[in-house]
């Protein structure tokens, strides 16, 4: 096993409580952080070379020091709890299980970025996560870690909950920005960056849960400490939600630069495919990168053998790589269809589309409804191009992200497995689990 | 003042100012289409993606170009930045897609529609648009809904252009209708039936860049093209009072504000002198209106060479695209019952 930092002491007792968090360990950090100055803090972090662990993996030392800091105006600290995208569950289990860690690292970050008031926006879905949250941020108000003057130091901070009404576009950080606002979660489009112009108007940070429950760690030990875990200028660990085809679903914490193939095949982790059947394509990062047939989530495209690592994933660019994302590592085996996988996504990002801007408004529906011809058996060969050229016209073209995490999943699924689209084509597959998908749902039929 | 140069034409600017507004003063074929923006409204712009362009050159300090094609609605110049738009095929063909995302929802009614003559998504699919379409599936619907006894709203020609939502915004008292549901679901609405009757909310109706809200005094009364449009004004305690009278024959078939040649209102007009006001006594005529655009609305009784001229041009422009894109009139979407 690799080294832990975030999820190594869950079996012991109580940790979720405020008691048994301090037991192992917890809120040492606060009282190392509020004697040193807020500038050291960001000076520390940005040592770490930690990055975002949201998905986009944008060095968060980097992102605090942009914050602007006008004279009188507040500053907002919002982390991002509003963990949606398929395959990714790695918040929610770390939340549950010790939302202090969160709390700790909230609590250093606001005082290093000079925050009064922040906020952790959590998505709708989860709302027994909200409860174990606003439970714990109660003991830390009643054992003094928040409120006024916190610890003596003469520092306040208030931390609030937020509860989302379940949107994955309000994970994208001025989509989350407007949701907190009390708006409709529409992206906003940048610049302004929230760094300058975030939550009422104010210069915000928005965080990962996971890159805030890093920052505790990184007070007590350092940020050179931190550097040296992991590899290259991937520093640290991530946590990686598994699933899929594989023998031991589930989160693990690895430390970056692990073997994709210990990974999916040691029983320290994954643990193989399930019943024993082969590895037929990986999506490593959450639904939204590009999805990698099993020869190339191995080995790169020079014949190196692939790393859990920002860099190594996503070496070859998207021709024959991936991104490392939020880390929702799916497995299919070689019963998968990829093409129904596909359909299962583009109807997630159809769905979830905020309806803003034209490409992906109407783009994501179309895409759904051809794939939907190739499940039902009346595709034609012309489709396959006709989905490539949608994806190509939408990717890129719109305000936030949603545009292209619905974009590239489509064109890596016909740059690998193009056979694939075409078997569905010339056989004519059906599949009536779509239909009752539609049914079930009340939607009409495309 | 910086100085931007969109497709090789240079000009130097008020700090601040958007590629799109740039563009406007230089003017001519270089301005790009923009479907959602109005100058007029804040925070608009952005939505449509019509206006996106390349910067080929970020600016004087930052060469770089920018990784992706940027709203020039939204994006402000920088000094020395050198902008692409139609001499950019990668802006073109971008803008085709965009045109066509705009289309597969559209109904393609214009027919019946009170905006044809007038519609830019109508004069954006001339010029951006395909003759034939690649889909296949069927079409949002949604209710025709009475909002007011004024306005109509039809939501299957709607774009999501926001426009009409940041009129109530920044022009009414109170906005009771927005955007309601989300993706290719999403709706203008009051959500409960409610009426917009706000004073100013007529303006809505000028915003909007397609048929979705049209004026219920005109319905089907008349072509927009077979009216005479003739500036006019009268004293009003709510608005400035200056309008544009459509005539036909001696009857004022409908008040609108007067638009400049970028389809944008130069004035408000208050909801009175929009729907209560359509007799000639209650005006004082001007002139002529003066329609600026390339519309078949400039093909008025007034000014017939040269706008005769700019239609002609028109025409032997579209009949060469049509020869170039293989498609003969009749086995394409001109027809929308062949969809």
């Excluded at chain 1, 600290?77 to 860690?101: Q, W």
């Excluded at chain 1, 379940?166 to 992206?187: V, W």
């Excluded at chain 2, 709203?71 to 897609?97: H, K, Y």
């Excluded at chain 2, 648009?129 to 809904?145: A, C, Q």
Aim: glycine fraction near 10%.
């Amino acid at each position: 096993m690799s080294k832990q930092i975030l999820i190594n002491d869950l079996d012991k007792a109580g940790i979720d409580t405020l008691a048994g968090y301090k037991a192992h360990g917890g809120y040492t950090a606060i009282e190392k952080a509020l004697k040193m100055k807020p500038e050291e803090i960001v000076e520390e972090v940005k040592k770490s070379g930690i990055r975002g662990r949201g998905g986009a993996g944008f060095p968060m030392g980097m992102k605090w020091s942009f914050i602007a800091k006008p004279p009188g105006v507040p500053r907002y600290l919002v982390c991002n709890a509003d963990e949606s995208e398929p395959g990714t569950f790695k918040d929610r289990y770390l939340m549950e299980k010790k939302p202090h860690i969160l709390i700790e690292g909230m609590i250093i970050s606001s005082f290093a970025l000079g925050a009064n008031t922040s906020y952790v926006y959590i998505r709708g879905e989860m709302m027994y996560v909200f409860h174990i949250l606003e439970k714990a941020i109660q003991e830390a108000y009643d054992a003094g870690y928040l409120g006024k003057n916190i610890l003596g130091s003469g520092y306040d901070l208030d931390l609030h909950v937020h509860c989302g009404a379940g949107a994955y576009i309000c994970g994208e950080e001025t989509g989350l920005i407007e949701s907190l606002e009390g708006k409709r979660g529409n992206p906003r489009i940048k610049p302004p960056f929230p760094a300058v112009v975030g939550l009422y108007g104010c210069p915000t940070v928005v965080n990962n849960v996971e890159s805030l429950a890093n920052v505790a760690w990184i007070v007590n030990n350092s940020g050179d400490e931190y550097a040296k875990i992991g590899i290259g200028k991937s520093t640290g660990t991530k946590l990686i939600s598994a699933s899929g085809h594989i023998n031991k679903p589930g989160v693990y914490e690895i430390e970056l630069g692990v073997p994709v193939e210990e990974f999916i095949y040691s029983d320290d982790y994954c643990g193989g495919i399930r019943n024993g059947k082969k590895l037929k394509a990986v999506v490593a990062g959450g639904s939204s990168v590009p999805i990698l047939p099993a020869e190339l989530i191995l080995k790169t495209a020079k014949g190196e053998p692939r790393l859990m690592s920002y860099e190594s994933l996503s070496e070859g660019g998207f021709q024959t790589g991936t991104m490392l994302g939020s880390g929702g590592f799916i497995v299919m085996d070689e019963d998968t269809s990829i093409v129904k996988n596909l359909w299962n996504f583009t109807r997630f990002y159809h769905h979830e589309s905020c309806g803003q801007c034209s490409p992906c408004r109407e783009g994501t529906g179309w895409m759904e409804k051809i794939l939907h011809k190739f499940l039902e058996g009346r595709a034609t060969m012309a489709d396959i191009d006709l989905l490539w050229d949608i994806q190509g016209k939408i990717e890129g073209k719109t305000i936030c992200p949603l545009g292209e995490a619905a974009a590239w999943p489509v064109a890596a699924a016909i740059r690998h497995f193009r056979s694939e689209f075409e078997e569905y084509v010339k056989k004519g597959k059906y599949m009536t689990d779509v239909k009752h998908y539609y049914r079930i749902n009340k939607l009409q039929e495309a | 003042m910086p100085k931007v140069t969109i497709d090789g034409k240079s000009i130097e600017v008020p700090e601040g100012t958007t590629i799109l507004n740039a563009a406007r003063m230089i003017g001519g074929d270089i301005v790009p289409p923009a479907m959602c923006y109005y100058s007029k409204l804040k925070t608009s712009g952005g939505y449509c993606r019509t206006c996106l362009v390349k910067v080929s050159k970020g600016s004087e300090k930052d060469p770089r170009p920018m990784p992706k094609l940027v709203p020039s609605c939204r994006q402000t110049v920088m000094d020395g930045m050198e902008v692409e738009n139609i001499t950019s095929p990668e802006v073109v063909e971008a803008r085709a897609g965009i045109t066509e995302f705009l289309l597969i929802n559209h109904p393609l009614d214009c027919p019946i529609c009170d905006q044809a003559g007038e519609c830019h998504l109508q004069d954006l699919g001339y010029e951006h648009g395909k003759m034939k379409t690649r889909y296949e599936f069927k079409r949002r619907e949604f209710e025709k809904i009475d909002i007011g006894d004024k306005i109509k709203l039809h939501m299957t020609r709607c774009i999501l252009c926001y426009r009409c939502v940041k009129v109530a915004d920044q022009l009414c008292s109170c906005r009771n209708h927005g955007v309601i549901n989300r993706g290719d679901v999403a709706e203008i609405s009051t959500y409960i039936e409610n009426v917009v009757d706000k004073d100013m909310s007529g303006n809505m109706i000028d915003v909007c860049p397609v048929g979705a809200l049209t004026d219920k005094t005109f319905r089907f009364k008349s072509r927009v093209w077979f009216t005479k449009p003739v500036d006019a004004h009268r004293t009003c305690d709510k608005c400035s009072g200056k309008v544009r009278l459509w005539y036909k024959g001696e009857e004022v078939l409908r008040v609108t504000a007067r638009k400049d040649k970028y389809g944008e209102v130069e004035d408000w007009i208050c909801n009175s002198c929009r729907f209560d006001h359509k007799k000639t006594s209650d005006w004082v005529l001007e002139t002529p209106s003066h329609v600026d655009h390339h519309s078949v609305i400039s093909a008025n009784h007034y000014e017939t060479e040269k706008a005769l001229e700019n239609l002609r041009s028109d025409i032997e422009k579209h009949q060469k695209h049509l020869k170039e894109s293989k498609f003969a009139l009749g086995q394409g979407v001109m027809n929308p019952n062949n969809q």
